[in-house]
């Protein structure tokens, strides 16, 4: 009796440790596979050929098709810039700088990577129709109420997915020196 | 209690095992993946026209500033060859396998040429094949070779703003993604028979439609 209830501990052990760590790991990944720059989350590999197993797990999960982040780049926010959960109740301002690519874009998605309908029907904003203002910066006013200037509509009652997207980056061999992560957008949260 | 420490040994190390299939088999058992996505909506070796910025697209993710076209291909019996204009630089087209990865990338930024034409060749065929396919652009032909039977080709147009949505999707529905012709005399007679060239489709809330005039395909 006392090795089945062994046995049995042993098994749901196994499973809940195996399966929950593959789904978090798939899910949220790790540094090695899937950085963090400020709020942004990049894989690295996905798209390419040599793409380590938990990226092509995270692909095939996803229902994405990548590019190599050689020739674009993809990063993924969930948060603001202190960490703190985006959501369509509270504005934010996304503070951006030219990025070093030959195009680039911010979009919003809800949760699931849908895109979040609006009477505007404005869901991006992307290097050739934004504004550089008099300091250097690009401003996106991000929040369920109309706001001057760029502003993108997150409607309500949905966690938010911001995607910055980067076509023709910075070279493999920058990238890994950080330099296309050094000024990637800042998301900054106004009121509720 | 001494007595259940070689279980939790052994459950540490089975639960590395389980860890392991379970990331290596995802890519093999995942049913919503984007090649199974795609597969539900259309047919091989055709080109397909993604809508712009649709409420229940296809795929997640997906950019609302792209204009995107697809073509899902299958060598098993025939080459495929596919020809679009890259419009600007931030163009760029992608030949994955299906389960995304990359094995050739174009971009407008690099491409010495407008006009595009590639022959996908599965490596197993590439020395006899590629010398038979009919090619009137001869030399401006690029071979790729795929190391897979199938996979998809994926061009993405960055549109500057809603105003040039419909040239956008008028340069896309130009392409082409078709069986190479080879030159076998029966072949060629068959394919000058056909009445109609291999237009690009537009997807619509999960089916397939023959495209018509460039200005009903953005919603």
């Not at chain 2, 340069?171 to 069986?179: D, E, G, M, T």
Request: a neutral charge; hydrophobic letters at 40%.
């Amino acid at each position: 009796m006392k090795n089945l209830i062994h046995f049995l501990c042993f098994a749901m052990l196994s499973l809940v440790l195996g399966l929950g760590s593959a789904y978090y790991v798939i899910e949220h990944g790790f540094a090695f596979v899937a950085p963090n720059t400020g709020p942004w989350k990049t894989w690295i590999n996905a798209g390419s050929l040599t793409a380590d197993p938990y990226t092509r797990a995270r692909i095939a999960r996803l229902g994405d098709l990548p590019v190599n982040s050689a020739n674009g780049l993809t990063f993924v926010s969930t948060t603001d810039s202190l960490g703190r959960k985006l959501t369509a109740e509270c504005q934010y301002e996304i503070v951006a700088r030219p990025l070093a690519a030959v195009w680039w874009s911010i979009a919003l998605f809800d949760s699931d990577g849908q895109l979040i309908p609006n009477k505007a029907d404005r869901h991006a904003f992307n290097s050739q129709n934004l504004t550089v203002l008099p300091d250097g910066t690009q401003r996106i006013t991000l929040g369920p109420e109309a706001r001057p200037g760029h502003w993108l509509p997150s409607g309500n009652h949905h966690d938010l997915t911001l995607v910055l997207r980067l076509i023709r980056p910075l070279s493999i061999e920058q990238q890994r020196q950080g330099l296309a992560f050094q000024s990637l957008p800042a998301i900054q949260k106004g009121s509720c | 209690m001494r007595a259940f420490w070689p279980w939790l040994l052994a459950s540490v190390f089975c639960a590395g095992v389980i860890h392991a299939l379970t990331v290596f088999g995802v890519p093999f058992l995942a049913t919503r993946d984007a090649w199974s996505r795609l597969s539900a909506l259309s047919e091989a070796n055709q080109l397909y026209l993604l809508p712009i910025a649709a409420p229940d697209a296809p795929l997640p993710f997906m950019a609302p500033d792209i204009a995107y076209a697809f073509c899902r291909f299958d060598l098993t019996t025939r080459n495929v060859t596919l020809q679009t204009e890259l419009g600007d630089a931030s163009w760029s087209i992608a030949v994955s396998g299906r389960y995304g990865e990359n094995f050739y990338f174009m971009s407008g930024a690099e491409a010495k040429r407008r006009e595009l034409r590639l022959l996908l060749v599965p490596r197993a065929r590439l020395s006899e094949e590629t010398s038979t396919e009919r090619s009137e652009e001869g030399d401006e032909q690029i071979i790729v070779i795929s190391p897979h039977m199938t996979g998809i080709v994926v061009i993405r147009a960055p549109v500057r703003g809603p105003s040039f949505a419909d040239d956008t999707v008028r340069l896309l529905q130009s392409a082409k993604c078709q069986p190479a012709i080879e030159q076998d005399p029966n072949l060629l007679a068959a394919e000058e028979a056909k009445p109609e060239p291999n237009v690009p489709a537009v997807i619509r809330g999960g089916t397939k439609r023959p495209a018509r005039s460039p200005r009903t395909q953005v919603q």
